[in-house]
Structure formats: structure tokens, C-alpha cells
């Protein structure tokens, strides 16, 4: 489905806050347990976060 | 989806935490969206987003984690780290929990692969992304598992339950 980001996110903006709070909570969570070694969960898919967070921006510059 | 990535290793974890190694179970439980990579980079978005290459590689398949369990094994027995066949266990556990959570989408996984190709499940959440965000039944039971790993959790951290 394609999407106008910027409508999408204010039309949604409840989802998106919930969304948000559960995984920083999840995060919170995983840091709790795992402390510094969170990073090596993190790291290898930092990658592939950045390239979908770029493709957010373009898509939000259209 | 939160409860294939997250959510339900944690509840895993919390009910069996002298049996699994966390770290591993959640590197498992990410390792099948590698392949999520070809659909970041492409052009356009496919009018059906049942046909992308995202879920449909050998990544999403049991198969895979069931043949990587023994070599994961060796390898960290090779290198002598310790719990070795914990943390082996653990990351394959994590990588079909994540398939098999992820069967309960519109697109169904390649659970009987290399003998089928079909896609199995049950169609519960739906798999376009954006759908996905703003689906009540979908934050319903996200919401409902998370709620579950921060009990499981809570009560381990506050002493009134040691796990099995």
C-alpha cells in the first residue's frame, strides 16, 4: 500500500504514539536484562534500520 | 511485528531463564529480516506486497535454523565459549519462533521448506505494513503479549517468581 507519510502519521498519530511507547518499553526491557551486550542485538541491523529510516525521509520530502 | 521480534522472547526468557541465553534468542529472532534488504533498496513499491522478496528466502524458513543449529554449536565449541549449546539452541529457537509467529499473517510462511514451497498460516494480522500499524485487532494482541513480558518480567525482577 503507498502512503502519503506526512497525512498517514497525522492521521494516525494515536497508532504511532502507542507503537512508539510499547517498543521503547521493550527496549527499556531488553536493557533491564542485557545491559551493555543490548548493543550486539542492536548493531547488526542498525544498518538495515538507517536504510529504512532514509527511505522514510525521502518519502516524507516528496 | 513486535511479538516475533521482541515480545514473545521475552516471555520465553522470563518463564525459562536458566535455560536460554536472551542474547541469542533475540539475535535468532531478528536474523530471518536480513533478507528484508532487496525490498529497502528497491525502486518501486510492487502493487501486491504479498510478491516481495521480503519473507519469501530460505531466511524465513525452519529449515534453515535447523540446519544452522549444529554448525552454530560447533563453531562456538570450536571457539570454547561456554553454554555453547544454549546459546545454539537459543538463536534457532529465536529464528522459528519469529516464522512461526509470523505465519499468523495475510502471507504465510514457507514452513515445510525445501519440501514445499507453499506459504502456510493462519491469517490473523495483515502483512502490508502500514495495515499492519493501524489494525485494532493487531495492537490488541500486541498489546495483550506485551502486557504478558512485563508481568513475566516484573514478577522475576521483584523476587515472586524464579522461572523454571
Known amino acids: 500500500m503507498r502512503v502519503n507519510l506526512k497525512k498517514w502519521i497525522r492521521a494516525n498519530k494515536a497508532y504511532v504514539a502507542i507503537w512508539i511507547l510499547m517498543g521503547l518499553i521493550v527496549l ?29 525521509v525521502q518519502e516524507l520530502r516528496k | 511485528m513486535m511479538i516475533a521480534h521482541a515480545t514473545i522472547p521475552l516471555i520465553l526468557y522470563g518463564l525459562f531463564p536458566n535455560h536460554i541465553s536472551l542474547l541469542a534468542l533475540l539475535l535468532g529472532s531478528g536474523a530471518p529480516n536480513f533478507d528484508v534488504l532487496p525490498t529497502l533498496l528497491r525502486k518501486k513499491t ?20 535447523l540446519i544452522l543449529l549444529p554448525f552454530v554449536y560447533l563453531l562456538l565449541d570450536y571457539f570454547t565459549v561456554a553454554s555453547s549449546l544454549t546459546i545454539a539452541i537459543s538463536f534457532s529457537i529465536g529464528g522459528i519462533l519469529h516464522i512461526l509467529m509470523e505465519c499468523f499473517d495475510e ?3 514457507l514452513l515445510l521448506y525445501p519440501f514445499s514451497k507453499k506459504f502456510y498460516g493462519i491469517p490473523v494480522f495483515p502483512y502490508d505494513f502500514w495495515t499492519y500499524l493501524t489494525s485494532k485487532k493487531t495492537l490488541a494482541i500486541e498489546g495483550l503479549f506485551f502486557v504478558i513480558a512485563c508481568t513475566v518480567l516484573t514478577l522475576r525482577w521483584a523476587g515472586l517468581y524464579a522461572g523454571f
Open chain 1, 28 to 56: 527499556g526491557l531488553v536493557i533491564y536484562e542485557l545491559g551493555i551486550y543490548t548493543l550486539v542485538v542492536i548493531i547488526p541491523f542498525l544498518s538495515l534500520f538507517i536504510i529504512a529510516m532514509v527511505r522514510m
Open chain 2, 46 to 65: 510492487p502493487k501486491n506486497a504479498l510478491t516481495e522478496f521480503h519473507a519469501a528466502s530460505v531466511l524465513h524458513t525452519p529449515f534453515f535454523y
Open chain 2, 107 to 109: 502471507k504465510g510462511r
